[in-house]
């Protein structure tokens, strides 16, 4: 079904009556069909510390658990830190055939996310909604990112110097994938896949979502 099914819905429903808003840049589901995982990047776009602090600071504005704001973030550039990361993550699980990234389309930027306290239920909801927050905001700069949980963390706290364990990784930088979002059944296999250098990501429909159907 098309993407913007809701909002037909809900132009059906209200008719002439819906309140008229003015768009200003890209809409909610522009940012979200253009927020996909690449796991390659163009070297020639060196990302900068400035950029990085562009996308942390949209975690000024969100919410969080019971308040608690205790998430905190180390950037990494090219030039502070890229190798050791590199060196510590693994990428493109469900293609171990292919040694994901391909030599030459490393990413060279990070956002390291931490916890000031011990991970929780609260925590780990925090850091979900502030890692897509980010690659929202990172789509919005032109860029594109990665959310990264398989990582080495006792070696990259260590030699980055971290205070705090890292909890989730985000790369950052100018995607060169292709990348297609493919309709799936809820009850079919839905691992990513490549074929003929496109990367296929299956998406539940929107009617196997709702459980309860008008």
């Not at 060196?87 to 040694?99: D, F, K, S, T, V």
Request: charged residues 25%; glycine residues 6%; positive net charge.
């Amino acid at each position: 079904m098309a993407d913007n099914y809701l909002e037909k819905r809900y132009e059906e429903t209200l008719g002439s009556n819906r309140p008229k808003v003015k768009r200003i840049g890209h809409t909610m589901d522009q940012l979200l069909l253009r927020n996909r995982s690449h796991r390659g990047y163009n070297k020639a776009y060196v990302v900068s510390r400035a950029e990085l602090e562009r996308i942390v600071s949209v975690c000024t504005k969100l919410p969080s658990g019971c308040n608690q704001q205790v998430l905190r973030y180390w950037l990494v550039t090219r030039d502070s830190g890229a190798d050791i990361v590199l060196r510590n993550i693994r990428l493109g699980a469900a293609l171990p055939e292919l040694h994901l990234p391909l030599p030459g389309t490393e990413p060279e930027a990070f956002i390291v996310c931490c916890s000031t306290v011990k991970e929780s239920k609260l925590v780990d909801l925090d850091l979900g909604i502030a890692l897509q927050s980010m690659a929202l905001k990172t789509v919005e700069m032109g860029l594109n990112a990665l959310m990264i949980g398989a990582f080495n963390q006792a070696k990259l706290q260590e030699e980055l110097g971290l205070p705090y364990p890292p909890l989730m990784l985000m790369a950052v930088g100018k995607g060169t994938d292709r990348i297609e979002l493919v309709p799936s059944d809820a009850d079919t296999p839905r691992a990513y896949y490549r074929k003929d250098g496109i990367h296929y990501v299956p998406k539940v429909r929107i009617d196997e979502l709702i459980l309860n159907h008008a």
